[in-house]
């Protein structure tokens, strides 16, 4: 019953069209998220003393036709497990939290309500998505999410860059959507039915065509990378730190790009009928998170570092799910969620204290001007690092020593995942003491702390869950079925747990190099060339520019005028040439019409001469 | 009786418009608005008619109002009306569509205001006499009648270049249109031969058997009318022209009417007369839907002019109707009634929003605007709804449409449906382009003028209305689905492509018999 409240809830953020005062808009903005939490967590207790698994709700038939052969029915339908579950929490949770300081945040925006109207309806697509019961219902919520996303990058409409960053994560996430529906439409024709529970069985049923299954299932990976920022589709993330900081906590960090993961997560059972699709997950995975934690290292602007950082731990997550530890990777994605919000929300601190100065250089010894601030970040940093004890430690430790255990003792996606534990070791290490120690930067000097109690608030919440979140159990066997607790070798877990912490020495030890040898600038421990690249995101914007979007856009411009309309135009043209030449004729001459007839007359003589003389 | 009485309804305030103008000016609009709205009420009276929701037994009970008069009776020709499911919502999409393209341009129109409402009024009419006939003459008929009104608005009251524009409309459409007479004439011939009786009847023409050969000529004689209409690439050059220099309620006609009339025509004549041919012309036909697709979005991507904009969004969207109409499964067909259905509301809700903006700044130029949100914020959430229907967005109705085109034509043609699928991807490059360019950005100094003004309080709500029915159809299709769902399973009894793989539902036992029975 607290599922029906609820779904009144999610819904009336999109009442939220017409408020006129700030005041009114923040109580109703943020109060339906609070609210929505609350019933989460009555939901969550529910789900404890009933001893319950899985709660189904269908509300109403969405489509149902039939082709004579086979019916196809879509509802509208709610599904809650354990994962859901998980997800709700995390949505509706920290997203409750994020809401409450962009309160803060946001203050004095003339488009504040904009702003919280287009929250809502991001936090109620992204309840849609994981509340599915089908996975056509799914799909809506998940354009809805891609949408939201595109408005709130963009909502700073004014600068023509926001707009193309927006721009950005719309189109080239809808390029894994596409994939993802024709995903769909595969299962649908394979198995006649979109709802999970039947699709999931008629998946785990061994008559299935395991070719099918895995068209399919990459197929879906396609879309898990568009909205998950994996690679190949990784670009728009770090594009779309454009929009407002409790944005890119909200949605590039926290919520909607893990629906990708949870979407994996979801059809477990269909990509573990396929070797392939798991294996493409474990690559994809690994070498976004090698790649984008390298390129982590060489950011310069503070928040496309996190967001960086998010794709390499996003990585991390689709490692997990290609190794089979589908409740590490949702582990991790909470982890993930508390400590990433938490960086974000402080850098938003940070951003916002020195008016909008991004860049890091330009920071540094912040340490005593905002205090709170930098506790935070530090303890963000540490969990993003996964120093022991700290919430990360627990979830990566998972993904760890399950890939050893997966792919059979010493494999490349295991020492993927230890070599970059070390990297994030160095960009967390990098980031903390470019901002908050050392010598303070040109920026830092016109530090006023913008800080407020709205902000204070979550900041502490988040990192006491960062800290501690390691600790919170999940109870996703019920969902995912009790993996056997194999035991890794515990040389293995020294060389996890000691990975970040190398990591971060040895920055230091760069660092210190680099403070003896002043006549190189700090961060120039690799070759420019190299750095430049990593910096531009190893050249896939460029790549893409080169070989897709300039072609299409020559094709297009080319064709603006329609080459169809012409070859229609030149038909009528040559008509009214034939006119004009043919009219030219009547020209009411006597003369030259006596000079036609003549020749006219000539030129049949002559022919009846030629053919009798053919004739004869 | 009610559909003449909606006919005659339509032409006698045509023709009082005239005279009525000159009486009291401003009048001719009201007694438009009135009339279509009048017609709406009648129609939309047949909803409580009892049989309406009654699964018919027989073909003659699909109808559920029909009238039929002798009328050239030499040679067999009848005055023929009726109305089905499919027919009711064609007819309550132009009549809707017709009084919102009134409603959204008070004003607008300054010269010649009641010639004007009568040529709107004479259209509509024209448009469902086309919705209801049965008889083939009598379509044509209507099919002609609509022409004729439309060529007008678009010459007299159209922009810049309207003359061109209008020729380049009649000429695309009329000899297209004689093609299709001629193939009329020759089935009706043909079948005059078979059965020694000359009739135009539908019901009776369907139940010529044809050689295939023959099927095919004809056929086409057919489609390349109706393509016309759609209209489907390489057909198409008409329509961004037209629909550019037409003024703004022509244009919402144009693009929520005119263009059904082509998929209709294919719906209730091509493929019941010609089934054979139609599935053997189904795979040309979905490659033409696909290069519709794909050609429109990249043209429409392309595009300065925010109307020609538009425009080729609705080819690349014809393209979706045609693979549902000819992909020889039910679900696609019903995908593509919605789709008219859909695109019908939000290509004229667009049309409407660039009239605003025309009013606004005398421009379509897309370069000539920019950030038009920070004064016209009403405006601008107005476009951001239809261009994400337009482009697609789930819970809105053109996204059930284009899926269950989708799912029904992937099991046969997985491969024309995954490169319809790709329209997606373009569908949102060309209208994030309009977004951005028009509405986002910084805003150019010199349109900030005081006379600018928003959306009015009304306008809004006219806006909503078609906002919320096109929400409607996005998260609740199903009332409309089983309005069309009657005719859809009639032509597929016929045009199935294997019978012998046929097993007919439990349910629809007797509906098959009946459907049979019929022709």
């Known amino acids: 019953m607290p599922l029906l409240g609820f779904i009144t809830l999610s819904c009336t953020p999109l009442w939220l069209q017409r408020e006129p005062s700030e005041k009114f808009t923040t109580v ?103 509340l599915a019961d089908n996975l056509a219902l799914l799909y809506l919520g998940w354009e809805g999410v891609g949408l939201c996303s595109y408005l709130l990058i963009g909502f700073w409409y004014r600068n023509p860059d926001n707009g193309r960053a927006a721009r950005k994560a719309f189109i080239v996430t809808r ?82 790009v893990t629906a990708g993961v949870y979407l994996v997560a979801r059809c477990h059972d269909l990509f573990l009928r396929s070797e392939i699709a798991m294996l493409a997950t474990a690559t994809i995975g690994t070498l976004t998170l090698l790649l984008a934690g390298i390129s982590a290292l060489a950011q310069t602007d503070l928040k496309r570092v996190l967001a960086y950082s998010t794709i390499s731990q996003l990585g991390y997550m689709f490692l997990a799910l290609g190794a089979g530890a589908f409740s590490a990777a949702v582990f991790h994605l909470v982890t993930h969620a508390f400590f990433k919000a938490l960086l974000f929300l402080s850098a938003g601190v940070v951003i916002l204290s020195l008016h909008h100065e991004q860049d890091i250089r330009s920071m540094g010894g912040l340490r005593k ?18 120093l022991p004890l700290t919430s990360g430690f627990f979830s990566k430790e998972q993904i760890l020593a399950q890939t050893w255990n997966t792919f059979g003792g010493l494999n490349p996606f295991w020492i993927g995942g230890i070599v970059g534990a070390l990297v994030t070791g160095m960009y967390s290490a990098r980031l903390l003491t470019q901002v908050f120690f050392g010598r303070e930067g040109s920026a830092s000097q016109h530090c006023r702390s913008a800080q407020m109690p709205a902000m204070s608030v979550p900041l502490t919440v988040l990192a006491l869950l960062a800290l501690l979140g390691g600790a919170i159990p999940l109870h996703l066997d019920s969902v995912f079925g009790s993996i056997g607790n194999h ?49 531009n995101g190893w050249g896939f914007d460029r790549l893409y520019q080169a070989l897709l979007t300039a072609p299409l856009r020559w094709v297009a411009s080319a064709n603006r005028d329609d080459i169809v309309d012409k070859c229609y135009a030149s038909v009528g043209s040559t008509c009214l040439r ?39 | 009786m009610t559909l003449l009485l909606i006919l005659l309804l339509l032409l006698a305030a045509a023709v009082l418009c005239c005279p009525l103008e000159k009486v009291h000016p401003g009048s001719s609009r009201a007694l438009a ?26 073909l003659a009970d699909l109808w559920w109002d029909q009238l039929n008069w002798a009328w050239i009776p030499r040679f067999g020709i009848r005055f023929h009306l009726g109305i089905d499911g499919l027919g009711f919502l064609m007819l309550a999409l132009t009549l809707g569509m017709g009084l919102f393209g009134l409603w959204i341009t008070p004003g607008q129109i300054r010269q010649r205001v009641g010639l004007f409402h009568c040529c709107y009024l004479l259209t509509i009419a024209g448009v469902v006499g086309v919705f209801t006939a049965l008889d083939l003459f009598l379509f044509f008929f209507f099919w002609e009648v609509m022409l004729i009104p439309m060529f007008l608005l678009i010459a007299i009251w159209g922009y810049e ?82 629909h550019t220099q037409a003024p703004t309620a022509a244009s919402i006609l144009l693009a929520a009417v005119l263009l059904k009339t082509g998929a209709y025509g294919l719906l209730r004549f091509t493929l019941p007369l010609f089934p054979e041919a139609c599935s053997a012309f189904a795979p040309l036909a979905l490659m033409i839907g696909v290069a519709s697709i794909v050609y429109g979005a990249m043209a429409a991507y392309a595009q300065q002019d925010i109307k020609r904009l538009v425009a080729y969004s609705s080819v690349s969207h014809m393209g979706f109707v045609l693979i549902g109409v000819f992909s020889g499964n039910s679900t696609a067909t019903l995908g593509a009634i919605t789709l008219m ?142 309005q069309a769902k009657e005719w859809v399973e009639v032509i597929h009894n016929r045009t199935i492509e294997n019978p012998a793989n046929y097993t007919p539902r439990r349910d629809g036992d007797s509906r098959l018999k009946g459907s049979e029975a019929g022709y």
């Open chain 1, 28 to 130: 109703l903005g943020v109060g339906s998220v609070g609210l929505a939490a609350l019933l989460t967590a009555a939901l969550g207790a529910g789900f404890q003393t009933h001893d319950a698994t899985i709660i189904q709700t269908p509300l109403w038939q969405w489509v149902q036709v039939s082709d004579g052969k086979f019916p196809l029915q879509l509802n509208f339908g709610f599904h809650v497990d354990a994962l859901t579950l998980v997800m709700l929490s995390v949505i509706t949770g920290v997203g409750f939290l994020i809401h409450v300081y962009s309160a803060a945040y946001m203050r004095g925006d003339d488009s504040y309500r904009r702003y919280f109207a287009y929250l809502n309806l991001f936090v109620f697509s992204m309840l849609v998505l994981v």
């Open chain 1, 175 to 256: 390029v894994g959507d596409t994939a993802m529906l024709i995903g769909l439409l595969l299962l649908l024709k394979e198995f006649h039915t979109l709802s999970l529970q039947p699709l999931m069985n008629a998946v785990r049923s061994p008559g299935a065509d395991p070719e099918v299954l895995t068209l399919a299932a990459l197929l879906l990976l396609g879309g898990t990378t568009g909205k998950s920022a994996q690679l190949p589709l990784q670009t728009w993330l770090p594009d779309a730190m454009a929009g407002p900081t409790p944005v890119s906590a909200l949605i590039h960090a926290a919520t909607m």
């Open chain 1, 369 to 386: 001007k905002l205090p709170l601030v930098c506790t935070a970040f530090a303890i963000g940093c540490a969990a993003l690092a996964a």
């Open chain 1, 487 to 535: 035991h890794v070798p515990s040389l293995v877990q020294w060389i996890a747990a000691a990975a970040p912490i190398c990591g971060i020495l040895i920055w230091l030890l760069i660092r210190y190099l680099a403070e003896q040898n002043r006549a190189k600038t700090q961060s120039h421990f690799f070759f420019p060339i190299l750095q430049n690249w990593a910096r």
């Open chain 1, 578 to 616: 034939l006119h004009f030449w043919l009219s030219r004729t009547q020209s009411g001459l006597l003369r030259s019409y006596l000079t036609a007839i003549v020749a006219g007359v000539i030129g049949v003589l002559f022919l009846f001469l030629l053919i009798t003389a053919v004739r004869l």
């Open chain 2, 33 to 58: 608005i009135f009339s279509l709205l009048m017609t709406t009420v009648l129609l939309f009276g047949y909803l409580w008619a009892p049989r309406v929701f009654t699964v018919p037994a027989t």
């Open chain 2, 161 to 242: 270049d309207r003359t061109r524009a209008a020729i380049k409309f009649f000429i695309f459409t009329q000899a297209s249109s004689l093609l299709m007479l001629a193939a009329i004439v020759a089935l009706a011939y043909l079948s005059y031969l078979q059965n020694g009786e000359i009739t135009f009847s539908l019901q009776h023409l369907a139940q010529a058997r044809l050689p295939l050969h023959t099927q095919y000529w004809l056929m086409f004689g057919f489609f390349i009318a109706f393509a016309v209409k759609l209209p489907a690439v390489p057909l198409h050059p008409w329509l961004p022209d037209a």
């Open chain 2, 341 to 482: 259905i859909a695109h019908g509301l939000s290509s004229a809700a667009l049309f409407g929003m660039v009239g605003k903006l025309q009013q606004r700044f005398h421009s379509r130029n897309i370069a000539e605007m920019s950030g038009l949100w920070a004064t016209l914020p009403r405006l601008s959430a107005v476009a951001l709804v239809f261009v994400m229907a337009a482009i697609g967005l789930p819970g809105l109705g053109n996204f059930v449409a284009e899926f269950l085109v989708l799912v029904g034509s992937f099991p046969s043609y997985p491969w024309l449906t995954t490169a319809a699928v790709s329209g997606v991807i373009l569908a949102a490059m060309y209208g994030l382009r309009l977004l951005q360019r028009v509405f986002f950005g910084l805003p150019h100094s010199n349109q900030v003028t005081p006379d600018m003004q928003d959306l009015s309080r009304r306008e809004l709500a006219v806006f909503s209305c078609a906002g919320l029915l096109l929400l409607w159809i996005g998260l609740y299709p199903q009332p409309l689905l089983s």
